[in-house]
Nanobody, 124 residues
């Protein structure tokens, strides 16, 4: 059984940083593609970041430079480091795991399993 559990969300001020964690069980994160997505109230779920089994990364253009995806294979955990947070970053953040591919997986439908999400609220 594959499970993903996000943590690290919270309420912060604009300009602060947060590091989200996604602990996986049932699959080894370094053998699969991993993604972070977010969904703001009234909006569709959107792609944030991607980390391939081989270590390649991809980000939605508007977030590149502020967000960093990484993993700790010993802990079987994927992270999303977020800096210079803005009120528009407020959303529920989800991690997902999917099969190996040769392209950055930006489509949520490409992922097999999802976590329950963690709320990030950024106030001005």
């Amino acid at each position: 059984q594959v499970q993903l559990e996000e943590s690290g969300g919270g309420s912060v001020q604009a300009g602060d940083s947060l590091k989200l964690s996604c602990a996986a069980s049932g699959r080894t994160v370094s053998n699969y593609n991993m993604g972070w997505f977010r969904q703001a109230p009234g909006k569709e779920r959107e792609f944030v970041a991607y980390l391939s089994w081989g270590g390649a990364t991809d980000y939605t253009y508007s977030l590149k430079g502020r967000f960093t995806i990484s993993r700790d294979t010993a802990k079987n955990t994927v992270y999303l480091q977020m800096s210079s947070l803005k009120p528009e970053d407020t959303a529920v953040y989800y991690c997902a795991i999917g099969p190996i591919s040769n392209w950055p997986m930006r489509d949520a439908n490409e992922y097999d399993y999802w976590g329950q999400g963690t709320q990030v609220t950024v106030s001005s």
